[in-house]
């Protein structure tokens, strides 16, 4: 995979909206990180398979609103969408109560565009004081590239914004730019639909 090893690189598989069967093949190939992007429907497909799987990961790869952050710390191991201030104080406060703390990254906005989420990268530096002063387990950085645009400058970006705050993880890359990713230093690379198939369309075998 792009001239690194491959074994340096975690898949997070993008469970999101695949149906049970498609669960259950990756689990039984072994497949134990997994990316949600909605905390309820996280809740409802893994709470029941948790017990079974100690040593299961949970990534939420979705926005994260303020009154679900509890939920949220109390499910998943990483939050990869903090991006704004309100929402780091209540990820605190939800850590504290629960004496449960989960890993986080902060999501950047790189290509500044209003729909989308993240932090914007000149408001990066404040909200990584933040959440460090917070006591937040704040170990790397997220992004989504615009759909219409080259991915490498945006991932050389983050990259950069990440040495930059001395962190060492670097979320970025999906099924149409994983490779791209990888070559820019991606530590974990969130694939959903080059995994288990289209979403929504019937369970495709898991190709592992
Ligand atoms: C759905 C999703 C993915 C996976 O997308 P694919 O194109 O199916 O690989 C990755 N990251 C985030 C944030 C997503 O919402």
């Not at 072994?30 to 990961?57: C, K, S």
């Not at 703390?101 to 999501?107: G, K, T």
């Amino acid at each position: 995979m792009a001239g690194r090893d491959p074994a340096g690189v975690v898949l997070t598989a993008v469970s999101k909206t695949q149906p049970d069967a498609a669960i259950e093949a990756a689990l039984a190939a072994g497949q134990r990180v997994f990316g949600e992007n909605r905390v309820q429907e996280a809740q409802t497909r893994w709470a029941v398979r948790r017990a079974a799987f100690p040593d299961l990961e949970l990534r939420l790869i979705g926005p994260l609103q303020t009154n679900k952050a509890a939920d949220a710390v109390a499910l998943f191991e990483v939050i990869e969408t903090l991006d704004r201030p309100k929402l780091a104080e209540a990820l605190a406060a939800a850590a504290e109560k629960m004496g449960r703390s989960p890993r986080v990254l902060i999501q950047v906005n790189t290509g500044a565009e209003p729909q989308k989420a993240g932090v914007l990268p000149q408001d990066l530096p404040d909200l990584v004081g933040q959440a460090r002063g917070l006591g937040l387990r704040l170990e790397g950085l997220m992004c989504i590239p615009p759909v219409d645009e080259a991915a490498g400058p945006h991932f050389a970006l983050l990259r950069k914004l990440a040495r930059r705050h001395g962190l060492e993880v670097l979320s970025m890359g999906m099924s149409g730019d994983y490779e791209t990713a990888i070559r820019f230093g991606a530590t974990h690379v969130r694939v959903g639909s080059a995994l288990f198939g289209e979403r929504n369309a019937p369970a495709a075998p898991f190709r592992g």
